[in-house]
Nanobody, 115 residues
Framework: QVRLVESGGGLVQPGGSLRLSCAPSRGIFGVKQRGWYRQAPGKERELVAT???????NYADSVKDRFTISRDYAKNAVYLQMNSLKPEDTAVYYCNVDTWGQSYWGQGTQVTVSS
Protein backbone atom coordinates (compact mmCIF):
# COMPACT_ATOMS: atom_id res chain seq x y z
CA GLN A 1 0.00 0.00 0.00
CA VAL A 2 1.32 3.41 -0.94
CA ARG A 3 1.91 5.95 1.79
CA LEU A 4 2.60 9.64 1.28
CA VAL A 5 5.25 10.84 3.70
CA GLU A 6 5.16 14.54 4.54
CA SER A 7 7.70 16.67 6.33
CA GLY A 8 8.61 20.30 6.93
CA GLY A 9 5.83 21.57 9.15
CA GLY A 10 6.43 23.42 12.38
CA LEU A 11 6.10 26.68 14.29
CA VAL A 12 7.08 29.90 12.54
CA GLN A 13 6.60 33.59 13.25
CA PRO A 14 4.41 35.74 11.02
CA GLY A 15 6.32 36.75 7.92
CA GLY A 16 8.46 33.64 8.07
CA SER A 17 8.86 30.75 5.64
CA LEU A 18 8.49 26.99 5.62
CA ARG A 19 8.95 24.34 2.95
CA LEU A 20 6.79 21.25 2.98
CA SER A 21 7.86 18.04 1.26
CA CYS A 22 5.90 14.98 0.25
CA ALA A 23 7.12 11.74 -1.28
CA PRO A 24 5.43 8.37 -1.75
CA SER A 25 6.73 5.22 -0.09
CA ARG A 26 6.89 3.65 -3.56
CA GLY A 27 6.20 4.64 -7.13
CA ILE A 28 2.72 5.71 -8.17
CA PHE A 29 1.60 5.18 -11.75
CA GLY A 30 -0.93 7.15 -13.71
CA VAL A 31 -0.55 10.38 -11.76
CA LYS A 32 -2.76 13.19 -12.99
CA GLN A 33 -2.11 15.81 -10.37
CA ARG A 34 -0.32 16.46 -7.09
CA GLY A 35 -1.40 18.98 -4.53
CA TRP A 36 -1.56 20.39 -1.06
CA TYR A 37 -4.67 20.94 1.01
CA ARG A 38 -5.12 22.28 4.52
CA GLN A 39 -7.60 22.09 7.34
CA ALA A 40 -7.81 24.59 10.15
CA PRO A 41 -9.62 23.80 13.43
CA GLY A 42 -13.36 23.97 12.96
CA LYS A 43 -13.08 24.41 9.21
CA GLU A 44 -13.39 22.17 6.19
CA ARG A 45 -10.38 20.96 4.26
CA GLU A 46 -9.53 23.39 1.49
CA LEU A 47 -7.32 23.41 -1.57
CA VAL A 48 -4.02 25.26 -1.25
CA ALA A 49 -2.24 24.47 -4.50
CA THR A 50 -2.11 21.81 -7.21
CA UNK A 51 0.24 20.95 -10.03
CA UNK A 52 -0.55 18.69 -12.97
CA UNK A 53 1.87 16.33 -14.69
CA UNK A 54 2.11 18.97 -17.41
CA UNK A 55 3.26 21.49 -14.83
CA UNK A 56 0.10 23.57 -14.75
CA UNK A 57 -0.39 25.09 -11.33
CA ASN A 58 -3.43 26.32 -9.48
CA TYR A 59 -3.51 28.27 -6.21
CA ALA A 60 -6.11 29.36 -3.71
CA ASP A 61 -6.54 33.13 -3.86
CA SER A 62 -5.44 33.41 -0.24
CA VAL A 63 -1.96 32.03 -0.98
CA LYS A 64 -1.23 33.40 -4.46
CA ASP A 65 2.09 35.23 -4.67
CA ARG A 66 3.16 33.76 -1.32
CA PHE A 67 3.18 29.99 -1.86
CA THR A 68 4.83 28.01 -4.65
CA ILE A 69 4.16 24.38 -5.50
CA SER A 70 6.79 22.37 -7.35
CA ARG A 71 7.71 18.77 -8.08
CA ASP A 72 10.77 16.63 -8.55
CA TYR A 73 10.24 13.87 -11.08
CA ALA A 74 13.38 12.00 -10.10
CA LYS A 75 12.30 11.80 -6.47
CA ASN A 76 8.59 11.56 -7.30
CA ALA A 77 8.14 14.32 -4.74
CA VAL A 78 6.05 17.45 -4.44
CA TYR A 79 6.94 20.54 -2.45
CA LEU A 80 5.19 23.61 -1.10
CA GLN A 81 7.33 26.68 -0.47
CA MET A 82 5.45 28.99 1.86
CA ASN A 83 6.65 32.57 2.29
CA SER A 84 5.23 35.58 4.12
CA LEU A 85 3.26 33.28 6.37
CA LYS A 86 0.27 34.67 8.24
CA PRO A 87 -1.51 33.44 11.38
CA GLU A 88 -4.48 32.49 9.20
CA ASP A 89 -2.23 29.97 7.40
CA THR A 90 -2.19 27.90 10.58
CA ALA A 91 -3.60 24.46 9.75
CA VAL A 92 -2.78 20.83 9.18
CA TYR A 93 -1.42 20.55 5.64
CA TYR A 94 -2.12 17.40 3.63
CA CYS A 95 -0.34 16.13 0.55
CA ASN A 96 -2.51 14.60 -2.18
CA VAL A 97 -1.75 12.58 -5.30
CA ASP A 98 -4.55 11.93 -7.77
CA THR A 99 -4.31 9.14 -10.33
CA TRP A 100 -6.80 8.01 -12.93
CA GLY A 101 -8.12 5.41 -10.50
CA GLN A 102 -7.32 6.48 -6.96
CA SER A 103 -6.58 9.41 -4.69
CA TYR A 104 -3.83 9.19 -2.07
CA TRP A 105 -3.50 11.35 1.04
CA GLY A 106 -0.69 11.96 3.48
CA GLN A 107 -1.11 11.89 7.24
CA GLY A 108 -0.84 15.66 7.52
CA THR A 109 1.77 17.99 8.93
CA GLN A 110 1.01 20.82 11.35
CA VAL A 111 1.91 24.38 10.39
CA THR A 112 1.52 26.98 13.11
CA VAL A 113 2.12 30.67 12.46
CA SER A 114 2.34 32.59 15.70
CA SER A 115 4.47 35.16 17.47
Amino acid sequence: QVRLVESGGGLVQPGGSLRLSCAPSRGIFGVKQRGWYRQAPGKERELVATITTAGITNYADSVKDRFTISRDYAKNAVYLQMNSLKPEDTAVYYCNVDTWGQSYWGQGTQVTVSS
